[in-house]
């Protein structure tokens, strides 16, 4: 007998939505996770199967709605000012008959909400860090850093990029570097965004603007390391300056600078994501850049995929599902890391043959309907297999 069927280890958006989810079909489920002493000052891009996921766990409310902000135009725009440049690509809800892609969804109001949430559906969240775990023939043990050793049938990492559970269990990462990191702000802009998400491919990243309710948007602008210190030193009127410069202009006069973050860029993926009882998800599995809006609504998917598994076998932590959750989120991940890493290497490289392929292939999907529907359909998902809680 184990103390729980499921403990999932870290309190991130992706561990919250796996506890949540088991839980309200329950599953007796507790998370490990510090109590958190900073907000996320990031805002996420979620598109609708992870909104269908956020209703399906009742998370969202009209406190969250109100503060996000629906995304009803998809663009991107060469902005590298290479002598041969892709010609803008912009998708409308509209062309795949939604009232809109998704929405952007402020961390700092989502998490504490899901983290309520876990609490209403009698989750307990134990208040200290997993230290390491330690696998059996029928559960693993869980040990923690003030000293409780907790039992489970099955183990859900979701414990962050540097995962302390994903080193117990023995899987290796392959990571790489981009040079770069992404400053993160939010602020207020005399023109509207018409609900508009525009990402600039620059030479040194994507500079990416995503509404947010009323005349205000949020910002990730990715650059060499030094260039984003400098700019997170700058006062709020040299930044909103320099934004103002950076969008053309196209968001009218820019002020009112919210909290600022650095964050340094880099990719990782798990060699394997699952093994020995323990299923990673998250950015314990596979970290990625902000271009696309792709790392969250993957990390929704792994806790949705590893929730439906977990729901629908007599051990959880058989070798079995083990098997089926790599197979699955193996076919999402791979090619989308891959994708999204091929688009930011052709920004960075000083090869113009790099540059020119990303401007050939901006232009056919900007001209070639079936690969234009395609790109659309990707962006939101998997074309098959969602899981339950995102169909
Ligand atoms: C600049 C930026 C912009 C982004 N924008 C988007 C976007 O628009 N759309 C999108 O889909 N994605 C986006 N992402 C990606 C998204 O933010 C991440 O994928 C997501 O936050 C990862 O969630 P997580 O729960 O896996 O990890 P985290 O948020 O890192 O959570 C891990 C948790 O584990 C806890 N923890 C760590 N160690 C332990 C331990 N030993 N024991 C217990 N708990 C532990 C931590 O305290 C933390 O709470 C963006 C990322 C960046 C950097």
């Keep these: 007998m184990t103390d729980f069927t499921t403990i999932v280890s870290g309190a991130g958006p992706a561990g919250l939505a796996a506890a949540i989810l088991l839980a309200q079909d329950g599953v007796k489920t507790a998370v490990i996770a510090p109590a958190s002493t900073q ?14 996921l956020l209703k399906f766990a009742k998370l969202w409310t009209p406190e969250i709605e109100c503060v996000s902000a629906p995304l009803q135009t998809l ?17 409308s809800s509209d ?13 700092t109001q989502l998490i504490p909400a899901m983290r309520q949430r876990a609490l209403d559906l009698g989750i307990p969240i134990i208040d200290t860090k997993s230290e390491t775990s330690e696998l059996f ?6 040990k923690t850093l003030d000293g409780q050793s907790l039992t489970a049938r099955v183990l859900i990492a979701a414990d962050g990029a540097a995962s302390p559970l994903r080193v117990a269990c023995g899987i290796g990462v392959s990571s790489w570097s981009y040079d770069q990191s992404a400053l993160i702000t939010v602020f207020s802009h005399t023109g509207p965004h018409n609900n508009t998400s525009t990402e600039y491919h620059k030479t040194a990243g994507a500079f990416t603007t995503v509404p947010m309710p009323g005349n205000r948007s949020s910002l990730v602008w990715m650059d060499r390391p030094e260039k984003c210190k400098a700019l997170f030193g700058l006062s709020d009127q040299e930044l909103a300056t320099e934004i103002q410069i950076e969008t053309h202009g196209r968001l009218g006069r820019i002020s009112d600078l919210g909290v600022r973050k650095v964050f340094a860029m880099k990719g990782e993926r798990a060699n394997i994501f699952a093994k020995g009882r323990t299923l990673l998800i998250g950015e314990a599995a596979h970290t990625v850049p902000p271009i696309g809006a792709q790392g969250l609504n993957m990390s929704l ?12 076998a007599d051990d959880p932590g058989s070798d079995g599902v083990m098997q ?32 020119l392929l990303r401007a050939a292939g901006l232009a056919a999907v900007a001209k070639i309907p079936p690969l234009r529907d395609l790109a659309m359909a990707q962006g939101l998902a998997p074309s098959s297999n969602l899981p339950f809680a995102m169909r």
């Design 324 to 355: 089926d959750y790599n197979d699955m989120r193996k076919v999402d991940v791979v090619p989308r890391q891959q994708m999204i890493s091929l688009v930011n290497m052709s920004l960075l490289s000083e090869y113009a043959s790099f540059g």
């Design 301 to 312: 998917r792994d806790a949705a995929q590893a929730a439906d598994l977990i729901l629908g």
């Design 95 to 107: 062309e795949v008959k939604l009232d809109c892609f998704g929405y952007n969804v402020p961390l």
């Design 75 to 91: 663009q991107i725009m060469d902005d590298t000012g290479h002598y041969v440049t892709a010609p803008t690509v912009s998708f």
């Design 137 to 142: 023939s029928d559960h693993i043990l869980v």
């Design 39 to 52: 907000a996320d000052p990031r805002t996420v891009a979620l598109m609708q199967p992870s909104i269908r």
